[in-house]
Nanobody, 122 residues
Framework: QVQLEESGGGLMQAGGSLRLSCAAS????????MAWFRQTPGKERNVVAIISSTGGSTYYTESVKGRFTISRDAAKNTVYLQMNSLKPEDTAVYYC???????????????WGKGTLVTVSS
């Protein structure tokens, strides 16, 4: 079992920055690829960024490339999402996720956090 707890969400003006953190506990953190998803009301939960179990590979959805950075700290069992140049369309509940699957998508996730709300005002 892996427990994931997000923090760092909140209200920010467009153009600002936020850093989300996800603290993991339980089974070996380094075994899991980690990802951030986001979801708005009535919409599907979509992947935003992925970092491999070793930290050597990352993926970003097109809309956040160049603005968001995912990273992980093995010593702290924590994954981060640095979000810069925020836009109103980034407003969503952000979820931390862990998976051992080589294909990271919503239905392949082993563990989810409870989510943290990010609101970006124009």
């Amino acid at each position: 079992q892996v427990q994931l707890e997000e923090s760092g969400g909140g209200l920010m003006q467009a153009g600002g920055s936020l850093r989300l953190s996800c603290a993991a506990s339980g089974r070996t953190f380094s075994n899991y690829h980690m990802a951030w998803f986001r979801q708005t009301p009535g919409k599907e939960r979509n992947v935003v960024a992925i970092i491999s179990s070793t930290g050597g590979s990352t993926y970003y959805t097109e809309s956040v490339k160049g603005r968001f950075t995912i990273s992980r700290d093995a010593a702290k069992n924590t994954v981060y999402l640095q979000m810069n140049s925020l836009k109103p369309e980034d407003t969503a509940v952000y979820y931390c996720a862990a998976t051992t699957s080589g294909e990271v998508k919503a239905d392949s996730i082993d563990y989810w956090g409870k989510g943290t709300l990010v609101t970006v005002s124009s």
